[in-house]
T-cell receptor, first 113, second 113 residues
Framework: DGGITQSPKYLFRKEGQNVTLSCEQN?????MYWYRQDPGQGLRLIYY???????QKGDIAEGYSVSREKKESFPLTVTSAQKNPTAFYLC????????????FGPGTRLTVL | SQQGEEDPQALSIQEGENATMNCSYK?????LQWYRQNSGRGLVHLIL?????REKHSGRLRVTLDTSKKSSSLLITASRAADTASYFC?????????????FGAGTQVVVTP
């Protein structure tokens, strides 16, 4: 069963803590993306990666970090430097080349207590 | 930054009626895509229309694109309760080679039985 998985589904964090959100895909896609969604709003791009060991900052990268050590995995770390981290986080992948469609995971809802 | 803006923000209709939502954008695009999001879930790709296309159909969905007006519309015919969701347009800019998408804030559609 191919697709994108994100874990955990819900995550609670105390202020000052770093947390890492997992994103795994078995679609053999080259490109992967992280988005943040706030209530009633669209998606904003945090980071993206076109290839293993390479990634680029999106529109709202401050307070976040990523790694791309394997093609299948693109974890996102929300650091204590992110001032308002409570949000819904979505991971997506794209086959690459001229393929433009992105495929999304189910999301992780992060709440800072 | 969010390029696409959907109109209306919310739409309430009865089963069997048609639902129309519009998307406006600001820059030149390679393609425009529509996605659906059920509450608390990830996004699902519905349809992609390229900049040289004017209209596209997929099942009960009809998408139009007017590049001169920088606008698109999504029509859902004979709506069903299962169509209740938020609908987002996303644009792929001609100036981007990374496959990035710019999402609008979405239209929330409620279909009542």
């Amino acid at each position: 069963d191919g697709g994108i998985t994100q874990s955990p589904k819900y995550l609670f964090r105390k202020e000052g803590q770093n947390v890492t959100l997992s994103c795994e895909q078995n679609l053999n896609h080259d490109a992967m993306y992280w988005y943040r969604q706030d209530p009633g709003q669209g998606l904003r791009l945090i980071y993206y990666s076109q290839i293993v060991n390479d990634f680029q900052k999106g529109d709202i990268a401050e307070g976040y970090s990523v790694s791309r050590e394997k093609k299948e995995s693109f974890p996102l770390t929300v650091t204590s430097a992110q001032k308002n981290p409570t949000a819904f986080y979505l991971c997506a992948s794209r086959a690459g080349g001229r393929t433009d469609t992105q495929y999304f995971g189910p999301g992780t809802r992060l709440t800072v207590l | 930054s969010q390029q696409g803006e959907e109109d209306p923000q919310a739409l309430s209709i009865q089963e069997g009626e048609n639902a129309t939502m519009n998307c406006s954008y600001k820059t030149s695009i390679n393609n425009l895509q529509w996605y659906r999001q059920n509450s608390g879930r990830g996004l699902v790709h519905l349809i992609l229309i390229r900049s040289n296309e004017r209209e596209k159909h997929s099942g009960r969905l009809r998408v139009t694109l007017d590049t001169s007006k920088k606008s698109s519309s999504l029509l859902i015919t004979a709506s069903r309760a299962a169509d209740t969701a938020s609908y987002f347009c996303a644009t792929a800019s001609t100036t981007d080679s990374w496959g990035k998408l710019q999402f609008g804030a979405g239209t929330q559609v409620v279909v009542t039985p």
